[in-house]
């Protein structure tokens, strides 16, 4: 018997309670991260009734929570919502003091079941409306709505929900006092074609008209894995669409860029063939995508027909621009040299993200996808600022600019990851701000490989100056591939030393300049490189041909061959440099010079030799084209110098 009269007291006292609090007994799990406000009682009264409670039957429950409600009906009427006055405001008139939300978590309830007294009394004002955790849910939310000014009955409006990631929105009513709607339901969301869109906007919008003062009531149902804020504005339509066109104006800024940073990648690549700039051409696209995604637009331009296709790519997008980011910073930064346990890091970090990214399309979690890509950016850009630091310890100068790039993204998405997870409010600027960033840091990101490209430049640059200093010190024309001008002095150097005779012809290129000047460097190089395999054809083993510099060589015939046969060389040289050189499509011809000077005859030195056969061919060439004039002259010819 005590153990009744105990479950009876305390039933009693649960009656009393939710006439006290007018609250059902399951918490709120609205948008808002708090419990509903319970209506205030004064505690004086409050204690009486429940000490009361405690000590009668549940005969008298019922007649205390009778006057519970007569004590708590001033109150609770004093706490209802007022309705929202609209009136034609720039910037539109905030509904969130005026909502009233209510969950529904068996997903079962309709327009009828909602509109019945038993649900319409659940229906509470939220305390935060702009905070709250990313959850799947089902929530209704009711509006009473009146005009500020009887004139306006003829003005259209629009209740515009600023998100456009809610799988399914439906708008009801408005309902006017008699309980009837004034306009069908209106069915869109990220589910049906962009056609459902009555306002055709990307921010889910419903149009509706007020044909008096009176007030009327509207109730929108929203299910979405993604979206939690429902910071819901009423617009005039012609402000609305206004107001929309800064917005516009940024987006297509925005994509201009990134179309602009792909096609400059694309190119790039095509030229360069290296993976950083597959790896950069792909985050463009991705980025590009995902703002796309996130911005409505995906589905309003390229796939209006197939809002799956839509629904598809705002999930991929963010974890793969996520993952090429990644790639691309690793590449580079040059991980796998500079810190190659960071680089092993990085590579775990996208095989996660990657493993992630399979298992939300295909499993019944994308809402866990989406914090891994959320924790993936944060830890990822610690990961790879350390390996920006390590690579700037090591002179890399690219590392500063992409730690520039990541930290920026860093600050600008900050706020949006945290307002997700509920811990700040929203503000509709977030998203702007960090779509900013994200451009930003692309742009950045090409910078950094401009400073890369143009520190590899510099090292080639340093590499080819150290190539010809080794190559001159080996005696070798980098270009020919003949001996150069060292070369050609080591060799005569060993036979004045022993000795031994030789001759000296000088040649000199007529015609060279006009091809340089008409076809370009390449085509003279490609002369001259030509004519040293000709003229090695020609030569004996222990002759040599060497470049002394532009188009002027000298060849070195060992011995004392006769002066018939020097004469035949000669002409054998000129007629094999005269042959016509096929080069992109054109003939390329020049002609040759040549003076002949024999040690020790002409000189007892390579410098007195080199002057006696440049005074030989320059007197070939002052000869020219005569007829029956020989393209060569020996030194020995010349009359004395005065």
């Not at 079941?113 to 409306?129: G, K, S, T, V, W």
């Not at 296709?309 to 040299?337: I, N």
């Not at 410098?607 to 004039?629: F, I, N, T, V, W």
């Amino acid at each position: 018997m005590p153990r009744i009269n105990a479950m009876r007291r305390r039933a009693a006292c649960g009656t009393i309670r939710r006439c006290l609090f007018l609250s059902s007994p399951r918490p709120c799990r609205g948008p808002c991260a708090r419990p509903l406000r319970p209506v205030p009682v004064f505690p004086s009264a409050r204690l009486l009734l429940l000490r009361t409670a405690a000590r009668c039957g549940g005969a008298l429950a019922a007649a205390l929570a009778w006057l519970c409600m007569v004590l708590v009906a001033p109150a609770a009427q004093a706490a209802a919502v007022e309705p929202a006055g609209l009136a034609a405001r720039e910037g539109g008139i905030s509904l969130v003091p005026h909502m009233e939300v209510l969950e529904d978590p068996g997903r079962r309830l309709g327009i009828g079941d909602i509109l019945a007294p038993e649900n319409a009394a659940r229906f509470a004002h939220p305390d935060d409306p702009l905070r709250g955790a990313e959850a799947d849910r089902v929530l209704w939310f009711r509006v009473q709505l009146r005009l500020a000014d009887p004139a306006d009955a003829l003005r259209e409006w629009l209740l515009v929900v600023p998100t456009v990631s809610t799988h399914d929105l439906r708008f009801y009513g408005p309902y006017g006092p008699d309980g009837r709607a004034l306009a069908p339901p209106v069915v869109t969301g990220m589910r049906h074609p962009w056609a459902t869109r009555p306002a055709g906007s990307e921010q889910m919008a419903w149009r509706f008209r007020l044909p008096d003062e009176r007030t009327y009531t509207a109730y929108f149902r929203v299910e979405s894995t993604f979206a939690r804020f429902y910071a819901a504005r009423a617009w005039d339509l012609a402000d609305y669409l206004q107001a929309t066109q800064d917005k516009r104006m940024f987006d297509g800024a925005c994509y201009g860029l990134l179309l602009g940073l792909l096609a400059f990648s694309l190119a790039m690549l095509l030229v360069f063939r290296e993976g950083i700039y597959a790896w950069y051409s792909l985050s463009c696209a991705c980025a590009l995508l995902a703002l796309a995604s996130l911005n409505g637009h995906t589905l309003r331009y390229p796939f209006a027909h197939w809002p799956a296709a839509a629904g598809l790519f705002y999930t991929l997008a963010p974890p793969l621009w996520a993952m090429s980011k990644l790639l691309f910073g690793r590449s580079l930064l040059r991980l796998s040299h500079y810190a190659p346990r960071i680089d092993r890091l990085v590579l775990a970090l996208v095989a996660a993200l990657g493993a992630a990214t399979v298992y939300g399309l295909s499993g019944p979690h994308p809402l866990w996808l989406f914090r891994a890509v959320q924790a993936s950016v944060m830890v990822s850009t610690v990961v790879l600022a350390a390996g920006a630091l390590i690579a700037m310890r090591r002179r890399y100068w690219p590392a500063v600019l992409y730690s520039a790039g990541v930290l920026l993204l860093l600050l600008g998405i900050c706020a949006i990851i945290v307002a997700s997870w509920g811990w700040v409010a929203w503000t509709p600027g977030q998203m702007d701000l960090t779509q900013a960033a994200l451009v930003a840091e692309t742009v950045i990101f090409a910078a950094a490989m401009a400073s890369r490209l143009r520190m590899l430049r510099m090292s080639e640059q340093a590499l080819g100056r150290r190539t010809r200093e080794l190559v001159e010190v080996l005696g070798t024309d980098a270009l020919t591939g003949a001996a150069n001008r060292a070369g050609l002095a080591g060799r005569a150097g060993a036979a004045l030393e022993a000795g031994e005779p030789f001759t000296l012809m000088l040649l000199d290129l007529d015609g060279f300049k006009a091809v340089n000047d008409t076809y370009g460097h390449a085509a003279g190089d490609a002369v001259l490189v030509a004519l040293v395999q000709r003229l090695r054809a020609l030569l004996r083993e222990g002759d040599l041909i060497a470049r002394l510099g532009g188009d002027e060589f000298a060849v070195l015939l060992a011995g004392s061959p006769p002066r018939t046969a020097l004469a035949d060389k000669a002409r054998a040289m000129a007629h094999a440099v005269a042959v016509p050189l096929g080069f992109e499509g054109r003939n390329l011809s020049v002609g040759l010079s040549v003076g002949i000077a024999s040690h020790p005859g002409d000189g007892q030195t390579l410098e007195s030799l080199l002057r006696a056969a440049d005074a030989a061919m320059y007197a070939s060439k002052r000869r020219g084209p005569q007829a029956g004039a020989e393209c060569f002259a020996f030194a020995s010819d010349l009359p004395p110098a005065p």
